[in-house]
């Protein structure tokens, strides 16, 4: 009979200590301090808050560059010189020496843009000449490469230079193709408004 009443002793005080002990967790976590504002962080001697670790919004590509703007107006003209010149009658010589019987004549009338008036005027009354003459049907053409270009001449005070270019032409008709040689042409240039033009072009007697 002692013996059931000190187990029920037992229980009883084994159960007020858990009541007890669930009380006082409780109780704690109640009167445990919360942190509403940001947590400061000491490192290296600065202070960062956690405001400060928020997550960027834009990468560094999305930043804007700080260009810079020149005044183009305050810079110096740009002085054409002999190699100007050269690459001017290169091209040019190019383009009128690779033609053929199918393309209207454009290698011509298209260089104009690049010509004096009285090489307009030649352009103009070749050109009428060759359509004047009767087509046979039968396709002809030439293409036309720069080998080597020379200045002969050039005269900045006068304006006018004299350009040697060595080409390489090659002729086709209907399904043949031709050798190819080499052709010279001699082209005279003047500058106006700052602007090689054109004076005259020979090719060399083959």
Known sequence: MMENRK??????????????????????????????????????????????TST??????????????YDTSKEAPYTLNSNDAAKLASSFTQRLGSFSNQSDYGNVSDLKIFMTDSMKTWADKYVAELRAQKYSGQYYGITTNTLTTKVLNYDEKAGKATIEVITERRESQADTLGAA???????????????WLVDNAVWEKK
Not at 187 to 195: A, D, H
């Open 181 to 195: 040689y080499q052709q010279k042409m001699t082209i005279s240039l003047v500058k106006l408004n700052n602007e």
């Open 56 to 69: 960027p919004t834009s990468t560094p590509g999305d930043k804007p560059r700080n260009y810079q703007i």
């Open 7 to 52: 187990k029920i002793g037992l229980l009883i005080i084994a159960t007020a200590l858990l009541v007890l002990a669930i009380i006082i967790i409780l109780l704690l976590k109640k009167t445990s301090p919360t942190i509403d504002g940001p947590i400061a962080t000491t490192t290296g001697g600065n202070t960062l808050t956690n405001s400060d």
